[in-house]
């Protein structure tokens, strides 16, 4: 009889707290409710409680955009690089490649996290005047938007996808730097747009953009002026 007794007791008290469980109460959804912040490229990310929503700075339209340009800008970098291997030799040049390629990959992830998490699209609006082009085809993001500053053309484009050897190496790092000095372009333009540029991890990662890619300019400026021959674009003549 005793053993029966508390067995009821036992059933009881459980049932009591089911019953003032969140998910019964209807308070477990907000209760739970997280914030993901994106980490700088490289980091993790960060969870913050609901509260943390609020702190997040306003957005200026031109921080939206250099966000969105920039990944369209990046993902032409890395279709560059990812040529070098099938049309280059040379070691230097493949390594830059691959530093580019990584830092670049990385960075698109960030950037991609950082939009999501503020609720914006990943990509630029479409234009009117290209109606039908989808970002998701092979050809619909480049030919349905206007290139971001220092971006290279489809001819200069098909001309490097034609291009091996000394000849590659030449259109690959004379078309990187226009590249890279198109990117300075939009960090300064941000940071010139009123209201833009203050949110903290954007402004970090444009500095680091700034930064990076000006030290990856001298890199390629000096594996110009190497000079070239038949065999290797790094040996001196």
Known sequence: MRRQRCSVLLVTALLLLAGASP??????????????????????????PPSSKAKLPPLAPADVEFMQGMIMHHGQAIEMTALIPSHSENKDLRSLGERISRSQDD?????????????????LAMPE???????????GAMASMPLMPGMLTAEQMAALGKATGVEFDRLFLAGMIQHHNGALTMVKELFGAAGAGQDAELFGFATDVDTGQRAEIKIM???????????????KR
């Open 221 to 235: 400026q000096s594996l110009l002026e190497t000079g070239f021959d038949k065999k290797s674009l790094g040996e």
């Open 23 to 48: 998910a019964r109460s209807g308070q477990g959804s907000s209760s739970t409710a997280v914030v993901v912040q994106p980490g700088a490229p490289g980091q993790p990310t960060k969870v913050l």
């Open 129 to 139: 005047s290209m109606p039908g082009m989808s970002h998701d085809s092979p050809h």
């Open 107 to 123: 960075e698109i992830r960030f950037m991609k996290r950082w939009l999501a998490t503020r609720g914006q699209s990943l990509s």
